[in-house]
């Protein structure tokens, strides 16, 4: 087998790294995969919580860009297993283990974020009756921490596998949604404490 040193002096491509003799890239794939099964299993808690917000008079904002949000995180696991084969990316040790555990760390957020707001998460802006903000779990600490999770999970899944330009056009594509989605959210709000309002009994006014 050719080495590396021998490979870079001739200008030949540095053979494929494999690990546990499987090529990295197909570990790479693996990875990406599973994300995409926690995706699924996402969509399918969101589906059935929209359901019951929906039944329990919910309103829904911002429905207009929800297909584009979902187009972009389909084209994300797509666009980096495809740059990774394309182009022929290789890993890099400590950037590889770096992104992993950023990975891994979005998951266990995300998840956070599920538990603490319950049959109230979905994917979608949807507003309940009277309902209230959430200042428990991950909440104390940041306002949006979903957000926060998708945003490290674009950069740092590409990365795994070196996956440069995924990432980078990605990241840029999820904070321009993420502008129009916080406004959307931000709206919701107002609209509730308006609707809150309306419907509010008026107070009396103190005398003395």
């Given at each position: 087998?050719?080495?590396?040193?021998?490979?870079?002096?001739?200008?030949?491509?540095?053979?494929?790294?494999?690990?546990?003799?499987?090529?990295?890239?197909?570990?790479?794939?693996?990875?990406?995969?599973?994300?995409?099964?926690?995706?699924?299993?996402?969509?399918?808690?969101?589906?059935?919580?929209?359901?019951?917000?929906?039944?329990?008079?919910?309103?829904?904002?911002?429905?207009?860009?929800?297909?584009?949000?979902?187009?972009?995180?389909?084209?994300?696991?797509?666009?980096?297993?495809?740059?990774?084969?394309?182009?022929?990316?290789?890993?890099?040790?400590?950037?590889?283990?770096?992104?992993?555990?950023?990975?891994?760390a979005?998951?266990?957020?995300?998840?956070?974020?599920i538990?603490?707001?319950?049959?109230?998460?979905?994917?979608?802006?949807?507003?309940?009756?009277?309902?209230?903000?959430?200042?428990?779990?991950?909440f104390?600490y940041?306002?949006?921490?979903?957000?926060?999770?998708?945003?490290?999970?674009?950069?740092?899944?590409?990365?795994?596998?070196?996956?440069?330009?995924?990432?980078?056009?990605?990241?840029?594509?999820n904070?321009?949604?993420?502008?129009?989605?916080?406004?959307?959210?931000?709206?919701?709000?107002?609209?509730?404490r308006?609707?809150?309002?309306?419907?509010?009994?008026?107070?009396?006014?103190?005398?003395?």
């Open positions: 087998m050719v080495s590396r040193r021998r490979a870079s002096r001739s200008g030949a491509r540095p053979p494929a790294v494999r690990i546990l003799g499987l090529d990295s890239r197909a570990w790479f794939t693996g990875l990406v995969a599973l994300v995409g099964v926690e995706r699924l299993v996402e969509m399918r808690i969101s589906r059935r919580n929209a359901a019951w917000a929906r039944a329990h008079g919910a309103r829904e904002f911002g429905a207009g860009h929800y297909p584009t949000m979902v187009a972009m995180h389909t084209s994300l696991l797509a666009a980096a297993v495809a740059e990774v084969w394309i182009l022929d990316r290789r890993p890099h040790r400590a950037l590889a283990a770096t992104s992993l555990v950023a990975v891994a979005t998951m266990g957020l995300r998840y956070w974020v538990g603490t707001l319950g049959r109230r998460w979905n994917t979608r802006v949807l507003v309940l009756p009277e309902d209230q903000l959430v200042i428990a779990g991950p104390r940041v306002r949006h921490p979903n957000y926060v999770a998708v945003t490290v999970e674009v950069a740092a899944l590409p990365l795994v596998h070196s996956a440069f330009l995924t990432s980078f056009a990605f990241s840029l594509a904070a321009a949604l993420l502008r129009v989605r916080i406004g959307v959210e931000d709206e919701a709000l107002h609209a509730q308006e609707q809150v309002r309306a419907v509010a009994p008026p107070r009396e006014a103190a005398v003395g």
